[in-house]
């Protein structure tokens, strides 16, 4: 199983919704379960990077133990 990577090497910024949307197409594709926690996504970013990604969830408030579904917040539905 080969894994995906969220972010090239070149990125050095990283948002919340820059995240939120990573997390996203990761539910979209089936590589992710909304209900898994957020530390989940550490498997698809690199490790030197990931340190950036825990100081931003940190000021956006967010735990490592919340889900995914926390941090994405919502699902379009269009079967509504």
Do not use: F, H
């Not at 080969?2 to 990283?14: A, F, M, N, Q, R």
């Not at 209900?35 to 498997?43: D, R």
């Amino acid at each position: 199983m080969s894994t995906t990577k969220l972010y090239p090497s070149s990125i050095t910024s990283y948002t919340i919704e820059s995240l939120k949307e990573e997390a996203r197409q990761l539910i979209e594709k089936g590589i992710l379960s909304r209900q898994q926690p957020i530390y989940t996504l550490c498997k698809y970013i690199p490790a030197r990077e990931w340190v950036c990604i825990e100081c931003e969830l940190e000021r956006g408030e967010y735990l490592l133990r919340d889900t995914i579904a926390d941090l994405v917040a919502y699902e379009n539905w269009e079967n509504d």
